[in-house]
């Protein structure tokens, strides 16, 4: 994830492959420092940074959405079911990180009432932000959604300093 993230700010910043590599090992360096310093600052760290997250991802949906194509989404799902049930669930995992929880299930002041609890709503989190971004980037890029490195900053077009210099179309009145 530090790779993708490293890689994302490389191209919103117009730089290369060692930026990218440069902010990946800053970032890494960071979260190491974070769990040295104790777990309570890293836990509370980590979560204003996944906040920041989820609004990130609101924001790219809300900007995208206006300029969503129907004529995109044909045709639709040409891998069937197999194919959206196998990349649903590698994100799924991916997003999620149960092993990355798992050891925090002690924490819980009773965890056999609240862990189910946090399981369903980060699921249902998780589920809404990937459907939406799954549907504005088919939407909105088509196939050259699958032909960038950061599709997510060229769903957010012009206005990311990113990709090319047009205007999108809006599907409704363009």
Do not use: D, K
Request: net charge positive; charged share 5%.
């Amino acid at each position: 994830m530090g790779m993708v993230a490293g890689a994302t700010a490389a191209t919103a910043l117009g730089a290369g492959p060692g930026t990218a590599a440069g902010i990946t090992a800053g970032m890494l360096a960071a979260a190491y420092a974070m769990n040295l310093i104790g777990l309570h600052l890293s836990g509370r760290l980590h979560l204003m940074l996944t906040g920041g997250l989820c609004a990130l991802l609101v924001t790219v949906i809300v900007v995208a959405v206006p300029h969503i194509a129907a004529s995109r989404f044909t045709p639709f799902a040409p891998q069937g079911l197999t194919g959206i049930a196998s990349a649903a669930a590698v994100l799924f995992v991916a997003i999620c990180g149960w092993e990355a929880a798992a050891h925090l299930a002690g924490e819980f002041a009773n965890p056999r009432r609240q862990l189910p609890i946090v399981a369903a709503a980060s699921l249902s989190i998780i589920a809404v932000l990937y459907a939406g971004l799954a549907i504005c980037t088919v939407g909105v890029l088509g196939v050259a959604g699958g032909q960038s490195e950061v599709p997510l900053l060229r769903l957010l077009g012009p206005q990311a300093g990113v990709g090319p210099r047009r205007r999108l179309r809006c599907a409704r009145c363009c």
